[in-house]
């Protein structure tokens, strides 16, 4: 659209007055920009996210309208689209700030920012606790136990799921699951369990045992007359 304006002089009671002056302005449509991450959803602008310490994100920002060629920075460093940053070293009292300013028109365009805050959750830490190291015959039970806190006595239940692997083979899952018992070893068999926490997801690092088979003592029997 047009502004026309006059320009007066005024000096005493005579005002004079300009020849009219008209200066066209062009009205840019301001794009609309979101954030999304592949798993924690889409429209994440604006928002506090729990998320795994030392989890890798998938950012994306979503832009639509203004005049395409669109330009982007994450936390003031020009980059793509697509942005993954990984959540380490505390952040700010464990939250994490990213921040997107995107321009239309290869950059000469109005900025529009967008920014998400992702809360970040300690990672599950878990042990095995078991009532034996080593059997003598194949027949004995092996009673195994996934410890998430220091002196194993509580079950956080309902808090997290857990997976049991035998010599890399899933023995177990489920929610609670944090127990097992084991049978039949012929061989020295490895034992692992992952932790999982339910309601963010964090993973744990696994927890290894080995548990071994002793040989049988060889004896002979002498005659002693």
């Not at 304006?5 to 449509?29: F, I, K, M, N």
């Not at 793509?80 to 990984?86: E, L, R, W």
Request: charged share 15%.
């Amino acid at each position: 659209f047009s502004f026309v304006g006059l320009v007066t002089l005024q000096d005493g009671v005579t005002v004079c007055y300009s020849d009219p002056v008209s200066v066209d302005a062009t009205v840019r449509e301001i794009p609309f920009v979101s954030i999304s991450e592949d798993v924690k959803g889409s429209n994440l602008q604006s928002k506090t996210v729990l998320a795994c310490e030392g989890e890798t994100l998938n950012l994306s920002a979503v832009v639509t309208g203004g005049d395409g060629d669109y330009t982007y920075s994450w936390n003031g460093a020009a980059a793509n689209a697509d942005y993954k940053p990984t959540l380490s070293g505390g952040g700010n009292n464990g939250i994490y700030t990213y921040d997107l300013v995107v321009r239309d028109g290869g950059g000469i365009g109005c900025p529009v920012t967008a920014s998400v805050n992702f809360k970040a959750q300690p990672t599950p830490v878990v042990s095995i606790s078991t009532d034996k190291d080593a059997v003598c015959n194949e027949s004995e039970a092996v009673n195994l136990k996934a410890c998430t806190n220091a002196d194993c006595t509580v079950d956080e239940e309902g808090k997290y799921s857990y997976i049991w692997l035998v010599n890399n083979q899933v023995h177990s899952s489920g929610v609670d699951v944090n127990s097992m018992v084991l049978r039949n070893v012929n061989d020295p068999t490895n034992v692992s369990v992952t932790v999982k926490d339910i309601a963010v997801g964090c993973l744990s690092i696994p927890a290894t045992f080995t548990i071994d088979k002793l040989a049988a003592p060889e004896f002979t029997i002498y005659d002693a007359a």
